[in-house]
C-alpha cells in the first residue's frame, strides 16, 4: 500500500473530508491534495508530515514502514473512550449477552 493511500484510509476513518482534515492540523487544503494526489509525499516537508501523522494519531516511523508491511486495510482508530469501552467489554463477559442484544449484533 502506498503511504498516500494509508492517510486517505485514516482521514475516512476520522470521518472527515480531506478539507476538513486539512483545516485540523492548519495545513492548505491544496497542500494536503498536492501530497496525496501527486504522490508527493516524498517530496513534503517534514512539518507538513509531523502535522498530518499527528493528526492522524500515527508516528512518523509508522507511515514509514507502510510501504513495507503492505496493509490492505487501514487499521480502526479508536478514541480513548472506545477503548475502554472495549476494555470493559471484554473483561465483563457476563454482560456480552446482553449488550449484543442492545447493540442488535
Do not use: W
Request: charged letters at 20%; glycine letters at 4%; aromatic letters at 4%.
Amino acid at each position: 500500500m502506498q503511504r498516500e493511500a494509508y492517510i486517505k484510509l485514516l482521514i475516512k476513518q476520522k470521518n472527515m473530508t480531506y478539507k476538513q482534515f486539512a483545516e485540523s492540523i492548519g495545513m492548505p487544503y491544496s497542500t494536503l491534495l498536492s501530497i496525496l494526489n501527486n504522490q508527493a509525499i516524498g517530496k513534503a516537508s517534514i512539518d507538513n508530515i509531523i502535522k498530518i501523522c499527528r493528526g492522524l494519531s500515527i508516528t512518523v516511523d509508522q507511515l514509514q514502514h507502510i510501504v513495507e508491511q503492505d496493509i490492505p486495510e487501514a487499521p480502526l482508530l479508536l478514541s480513548s473512550h472506545e477503548e475502554a469501552l472495549v476494555r470493559h467489554y471484554r473483561e465483563r463477559t457476563g454482560m456480552q449477552q446482553a449488550v449484543d442484544i442492545l447493540l442488535g449484533l
